[in-house]
């Protein structure tokens, strides 16, 4: 049997975060501590409603939300049009606030 060298890998380096779907991970900040904007109708709710994440987490009291959305036909730019267009919700403002595109490892609640 004949020895046949591998040319076709990608390699899977380790410490490299690979997308494998049409999903991203990205940062919405809300500016403000989400810590009480909880609950029905509150600040997160409306927020996390607006981008349907598969998967998110609101920590700390900088006003980081960390989340895993759809990728097909929205970018974090877009993203960030859309949280500003929310305005002001339950008192938290909006207007400048933005959305980024994050590596997993640099998701970080301060």
Do not use: C, W
């Not at 060298?5 to 990608?10: G, K, L, P």
């Not at 899977?12 to 900040?29: C, F, K, L, N, P």
């Amino acid at each position: 049997m004949s020895a046949v060298a591998r040319v076709n890998q990608d390699g899977r380096d380790h410490g490299v975060q690979y997308q494998t779907s049409d999903m991203i991970a990205v940062e919405i900040d809300a500016g403000v501590s989400l810590a009480a904007k909880d609950g029905i109708d509150g600040a997160l709710a409306q927020i996390v409603s607006e981008f349907s994440p598969i998967i998110y987490k609101s920590t700390g009291t900088a006003g980081k939300i960390f989340a895993i959305v759809h990728g097909h036909g929205q970018t974090a730019a877009s993203m960030t049009v859309r949280l500003q267009n929310m305005g002001t919700v339950d008192g938290v403002d909006l207007s400048s606030q933005t959305v980024v595109a994050r590596d997993l490892d640099a998701f970080d609640a301060t």
